[in-house]
């Protein structure tokens, strides 16, 4: 148990002291998912409005896709990108294994089909009450599809957060395809699995406490978010 | 946006070039709906300026008839031609709809009425001025950064109201406006509209409220089983209706 | 509210931002070595690849894995160079093409860890096929790596020699983590079992509890490192020159005196032997 302490206040005395290691992963973590979350955003959104407002062939059954890969394990994703840029795959020639970019696709896969699907479910639901209205106004589909984003702008600011918040915490597909090399690919997730791994308790534990006080804050701003939206009847 | 010494709406020949829209002429108009028949076999011609009344027990297909008009949905069979011209989408785009539940959007109350103009491809400075009269009309000018959702019933029917006229419409078409609305801005709703007929935009208000159809009708569309049953000036209609059915509807009876 | 044309500057820039590092690192000179967790867990390779780095430029990035599938990765061809240790399967590597040439480099040796209380009554024994035997006839807890590793192979060589196959016991007495030897050992001390490990990643172990070295020495218990460039013939991409300047340096005077300088409280880990011949 005194080990334990211990541990405890070594954690605390690197987060205070801002030691460089720990900094390098928390600063590399919060790149690699900034990123992912930010390109799983610009895809996601037209793609959630667009199976919102046109019709066209298949968009049942595009839908049905995306909500089922919502529940994508993460650890299935990651086997799948590295299947695909491994030197034996065939995106291989773009050498991307063990980057920090492997990790960003990774984590696209993972953030895309919920930002997708929630976007898609908040533009349906403004479309039932918002479509007539629209229509008589004069408003294209693509005009349309537009205004919907824009006013359902707090869901989709929270289908952010909760992409965010499932990307920072995930450790198997970043493993798999960043290969957890020290100063390169080495996130908070996977330096808690190896620093545990080594009986570093301390390093494990400073890490495992910034990934907290970061979960807490995504999901007080989701919070913060969504009592704002309702104040102004924006929700 | 509202002058009376305009070049006239929907019945002078020289809005921007295009033709009038009067007369609105509904020949054989059918419209069906899970199998059932809301308009069945439907004539009617509208071709004097002023207020237009639809009226009619619930379920007479009033609104669908709107709808049908302002080509929201499309009729089963039968034509729809606005001053001699098929209804397109150029056509709807000469009218505005305003209906019975307020749609704003989770935007301010401005940008509301900004947003339609943008729709229709006006500039910003031109938007912007707009904005200002339209806000000023509704009697709304030291709302115009509210969240317009925040705003009271009456207070969104207003703005609806004058976000359909900023668009300068040849046709202002109404549902029900005011059933949920409170007397005030019921009566405020209703002085517009009287203003509004006298720029020259020709207006048809579907109503239940016999009270209301009498302060602001010219002319009177008694619908009942999906179709016209009667169609006459507004006096003639309250005094001496010829159907039945209308005797019935006017005396506060269940119309079968 | 806030401007829409704001808001998307802000996101437009916070991304450019946020994506800029990540461009800038395209251009180092790294390879990539593909080598074991034991190896890694140990802290060689944050002593030694500093040195070499500062000698040559070239950035050298480490998957730790098992050997069995560091060896495959190389095969895949993610990697340029593998340091592992399991001889048998390092020579069928280079005889199936997949490799250049094998080198030793380095040994250390395996000993068998387990509770102060020793219930199997194994401590001191000179022999390892007898600890085993004990062990397996006192049905004693025993945490097996159980992932294909040089350490897991090593194992299984080794209750081989003493004649015991563990396997039907596995979820009974014999615990397969198939883990790399650092979960592994905390495994260990969870269930208090005996367990095999490197002495390099014992000693460098941060954990210990309870647990002390109780049978080593044995010379069946050698644990010889080699390493080898992937076969740029098999892979087109494989970094060729700067995997076997890594390579060179390993086996060269400099690159063995860093090894043997790696002491954790004064003990040396890891004992240079790049002879002349393999």
């Known amino acids: 148990m005194t080990d334990l302490i211990e541990a405890f206040h070594t954690a605390l005395r690197l987060i205070a002291t801002l030691d460089p290691d720990l900094l390098g992963i928390v600063l590399l973590s919060l790149r690699v998912t900034l990123t992912a979350v930010a390109i799983a955003s610009l895809i996601g959104f037209p793609l959630g ?14 839908s049905a896709i995306l909500n089922a890969l919502m529940g994508l394990p993460p650890v299935v994703a990651g086997l799948v990108v590295y299947i695909l840029l491994s030197n034996a795959g065939p995106l291989g020639v773009l050498q991307l294994l063990y980057t920090p970019t492997a990790m960003i696709i990774a984590q696209v896969v993972i953030v895309t089909p919920i930002v997708g699907a929630l976007t898609r479910q908040a533009c349906e639901d403004l479309l039932e009450e918002y479509d007539e209205q629209l229509r008589s106004l004069g408003a294209s589909s693509t005009a349309i599809a537009l205004t919907l ?3 359902g702008r707090y869901r989709l600011l929270t289908a952010v957060l909760a992409g965010f918040g499932r990307a920072i915490a995930e450790v198997g597909a970043v493993m798999i395809v960043g290969g957890n090399i020290d100063h390169v690919t080495r996130t908070m ?7 545990t791994s080594k009986g570093n308790i301390a390093l494990a534990l400073a890490l495992g406490i910034v990934l907290l006080v970061i979960a807490f804050a995504v999901n007080a701003a989701l919070m913060g978010v969504r009592r704002f939206a309702q104040r102004f009847a924006y929700a | 946006m509202l002058d009376p010494t305009a070049p006239s709406g929907a019945f002078g020949a020289t809005r921007d070039g295009k033709g009038a829209l009067l007369p609105l002429e509904l020949r054989r108009l059918s419209y069906e709906a899970n199998g059932k028949s809301v308009i069945d076999g439907l004539d009617l011609k509208l071709e004097e300026p002023g207020i237009t009344a639809i009226m009619g027990p619930n379920g007479a297909g009033k609104s669908v008839l709107l709808r049908l008009i302002h080509g929201l949905i499309a009729p089963t069979s039968g034509e729809i031609v606005w001053g001699g011209q098929r209804m397109d989408r150029a056509l709807a785009l000469r009218q505005a709809m305003v209906f019975q539940k307020p749609v704003l959007l989770r935007r301010s109350a401005a940008a509301n009425i900004s947003h339609a103009l943008g729709l229709r491809g006006i500039e910003r400075s031109e938007r912007a001025i707009r904005v200002g009269d339209a806000l000023r009309l509704a009697g709304l000018e030291d709302l115009g950064a509210m969240p317009a959702r925040v705003l ?35 009566l405020a709703i209703e002085k517009l509209l009287i203003e509004t007929q006298h720029s020259g935009i020709k207006i048809i208000i579907v109503t239940h409220d016999i009270g209301q159809a009498r302060r602001l009708a010219q002319d009177v569309v008694f619908l009942h089983h999906g179709r016209v049953i009667e169609h006459e000036p507004a006096k003639r209609f309250f005094t001496e209706p010829r159907s039945e059915a209308a005797r019935c509807f006017l005396a506060g009876g269940l119309v079968l | 509210m806030v401007d829409r044309r704001t808001v998307l500057a802000l996101v437009v820039g916070a991304a450019m931002l946020v994506a800029a590092p990540f461009t800038l690192q395209a251009d180092d000179k790294f390879i990539v070595v593909q080598s074991t967790t034991s190896t890694q867990n140990s802290g060689l ?17 480490v998957v730790a894995v098992g050997t069995g599938q560091a060896l495959k990765n190389a095969e ?17 590597f280079v005889a199936d093409g997949w490799g250049v040439k094998r080198h030793s480099v380095m040994y250390n040796d395996f000993v068998i860890v387990g509770p102060t209380d020793d219930p199997a009554k194994i401590a001191g024994t000179k022999n390892v096929a007898d600890a085993l035997k004990k062990i397996a006839k006192a049905e004693a807890p025993f945490a097996s790596r159980g992932d294909d590793s040089g350490t897991h192979k090593e194992e299984l060589r080794l209750w081989q020699d003493a004649n015991i196959d563990p396997k039907p016991s596995s979820g009974e007495w014999y615990l397969e983590t198939g883990s790399g030897m650092g979960a592994t050992l905390n495994t260990a001390m969870g269930r208090k079992a005996y367990t095999l490990t490197d002495r390099g990643t014992w000693l460098s172990f941060n954990k210990k509890d309870d647990f002390k070295i109780l049978v080593e020495g044995d010379p069946k218990l050698f644990n010889q490192y080699g390493v080898i460039l992937v076969n740029p013939a098999k892979h087109k991409r494989v970094k060729a020159k700067e995997g076997q300047a890594f390579i060179d340096w390993l086996i060269s005077r400099e690159g063995q005196a860093a090894i043997s300088s790696y002491k954790i409280d004064g003990e040396q880990l890891f004992f240079p032997n790049a002879g002349p011949q393999s």
């Open chain 1, 189 to 195: 997730t996977t330096a808690i699995a190896l620093e």
């Open chain 2, 152 to 186: 009271s019933g009456g207070e969104q029917q207003r703005l609806s109201l004058v976000r359909a006229l900023s668009l300068e419409p040849e046709v202002l078409l109404l549902d029900e406006p005011t059933a949920s609305v409170d007397p005030a801005s019921t």
């Open chain 3, 76 to 92: 895949n061809g993610d990697g340029d160079v593998v340091l592992v240790h399991s001889k048998p399967d390092e020579d069928k």
């Open chain 1, 149 to 151: 984003l824009w006013d």
């Open chain 1, 49 to 62: 409005a667009a199976l919102a407002v046109y019709r066209f062939p298949g968009r049942g059954t595009l």
């Open chain 3, 45 to 61: 390779f944050d002593h030694i690849l500093p040195m070499f780095t500062k000698k040559t430029g070239i950035d050298v990035r």
